[in-house]
């Protein structure tokens, strides 16, 4: 009796439009009144339902708890009931369980409803599965966690290269220590700078981005790249993805390829172009006059820059020639 008499007060033809637009809103929805015992639903809108294949009588007059499980924590609940007690809006993330038993992770956003005495009448509480997106973010934090420690592993071996073909080319001078050291702090800026770009959104054109990071990788110097490209600013979107790419592409060559080879030549070229409708930034990298070039039978590498360009949307294409390695990447703008 007392849940029919909560929902006659929860009276919709007050107001026939807010009540039409609660019902039919795809944001699940929940209305709960904390006057009658264990603070029952009152009202489930109908993407309440969809979201946790109950039916509306089966939910109604029962506590949110229905919706816990095995993995809802108690700091969530507790959080939950902190809100309720507290009569204050809030946001809670709770993981719950549909009526099949499969879980989601619900952003669950609740508050009090009060009446013209100021009193609390209801409480509200909106449901918004964001299991996909918290995946998304995990393999993203993941993601960026193997390039940093690939990366890492990877400036000893950059480095001692350099130290090599520094010492070779510039032996006899009394300089020696001042030249390897301008290098190597080059590098380490071009690592710096570029990965910091990105979170402060800076207006930057390919040309520098790709003079700055090939420029510090290339043991000696301007001499072992060419460029070639319009004038063209990277997309905030795009700026660490391309960053990273040209670090492990100038990486591989250090180690692998041109640019650990004296006579050894990278062409960079850059455009925009019109791919199947959709407005795209063309970037090749060709190298010349290196060591001879194999596909390598692992391909970390390789995997993290195909990573990196699939994430925004992009693709890249590898051809392993003989006479040095030939990378196209196709990005969207």
Same mark, same amino acid.
């Given at each position: 009796? #007392?849940?029919?008499?909560?929902?006659?007060?929860?009276?919709?033809?007050?107001?026939?439009?807010?009540?039409?637009?609660? =019902?039919?809103?795809?944001? %699940?929805?929940?209305?709960?009144?904390?006057?009658?015992?264990?603070? %029952?639903?009152?009202?489930?809108?109908?993407?309440?339902?969809?979201?946790?294949?109950?039916?509306? $009588?089966?939910?109604?007059?029962?506590?949110?708890?229905?919706?816990?499980?095995?993995?809802?924590?108690? *700091?969530?609940? #507790?959080?939950?009931?902190?809100?309720?007690?507290?009569?204050?809006? *809030?946001?809670?993330?709770?993981?719950?369980?549909?009526?099949?038993?499969?879980?989601?992770?619900?952003?669950?956003?609740?508050?009090?409803?009060?009446?013209? $005495?100021?009193?609390?009448?209801?409480?509200? /509480?909106?449901?918004?599965?964001?299991?996909?997106?918290? &995946?998304?973010? &995990?393999? !993203?934090?993941?993601?960026?966690?193997?390039?940093?420690?690939? =990366?890492? =592993?990877?400036?000893?071996?950059?480095? !001692? +290269?350099?130290?090599?073909?520094?010492?070779? *080319? &510039?032996?006899?001078?009394?300089?020696?220590?001042?030249?390897?050291?301008?290098?190597?702090?080059?590098?380490?800026?071009?690592?710096?700078?570029?990965?910091?770009?990105?979170?402060?959104?800076?207006?930057?054109?390919?040309?520098?981005?790709?003079?700055?990071?090939?420029?510090?990788? !290339?043991?000696?110097?301007?001499?072992?790249?060419?460029?070639? /490209?319009?004038?063209?600013?990277?997309?905030?979107?795009?700026?660490?993805? +391309?960053?990273?790419?040209?670090?492990?592409?100038?990486?591989?060559?250090?180690?692998?390829?041109?640019?650990? !080879?004296?006579?050894?030549?990278?062409?960079?070229?850059?455009?925009?172009?019109? $791919? $199947?409708?959709?407005?795209?930034?063309?970037?090749?990298?060709?190298?010349?006059?290196?060591?001879?070039?194999?596909?390598?039978?692992?391909?970390?590498?390789?995997?993290?820059?195909?990573?990196?360009?699939?994430?925004?949307?992009?693709?890249?294409?590898?051809?392993?020639?003989?006479?040095?390695?030939?990378?196209?990447?196709?990005?969207?703008?």
């Amino acid at each position: 009796m #007392n849940i029919l008499v909560s929902k006659a007060r929860w009276d919709f033809e007050n107001d026939k439009a807010i009540a039409e637009a609660v =019902r039919q809103a795809r944001i %699940p929805l929940c209305v709960s009144d904390p006057n009658i015992p264990d603070n %029952p639903i009152v009202f489930a809108n109908d993407a309440f339902l969809s979201l946790t294949g109950y039916a509306r $009588d089966e939910v109604i007059g029962t506590n949110c708890r229905i919706l816990q499980g095995e993995a809802t924590t108690p *700091e969530s609940v #507790n959080a939950v009931r902190r809100a309720i007690e507290a009569q204050q809006v *809030e946001t809670v993330e709770i993981m719950n369980y549909r009526k099949d038993g499969s879980s989601f992770l619900n952003a669950l956003q609740l508050g009090p409803i009060l009446g013209d $005495d100021g009193q609390v009448v209801y409480f509200f /509480g909106s449901q918004l599965d964001i299991s996909e997106k918290r &995946e998304a973010e &995990e393999k !993203a934090k993941a993601l960026a966690e193997a390039e940093l420690i690939h =990366r890492l =592993r990877n400036i000893v071996n950059v480095m !001692a +290269v350099v130290i090599e073909m520094t010492v070779a *080319e &510039e032996a006899g001078r009394a300089d020696l220590s001042t030249v390897l050291v301008e290098r190597l702090r080059a590098l380490s800026d071009a690592h710096l700078q570029t990965i910091g770009q990105a979170d402060k959104q800076a207006i930057v054109e390919v040309a520098e981005l790709v003079t700055t990071i090939v420029g510090a990788y !290339a043991p000696k110097g301007p001499s072992q790249f060419n460029l070639q /490209g319009d004038a063209i600013i990277i997309p905030p979107h795009l700026l660490s993805c +391309v960053a990273l790419v040209l670090h492990e592409l100038a990486t591989n060559s250090v180690k692998h390829g041109a640019l650990g !080879a004296c006579a050894g030549l990278v062409d960079i070229t850059w455009q925009t172009a019109s $791919d $199947d409708g959709e407005d795209c930034l063309l970037m090749n990298w060709h190298e010349k006059n290196g060591p001879s070039v194999v596909k390598p039978a692992q391909q970390s590498g390789s995997q993290i820059i195909n990573d990196l360009i699939e994430a925004v949307g992009g693709t890249l294409d590898l051809e392993w020639n003989k006479d040095g390695l030939i990378a196209r990447a196709v990005l969207p703008i």
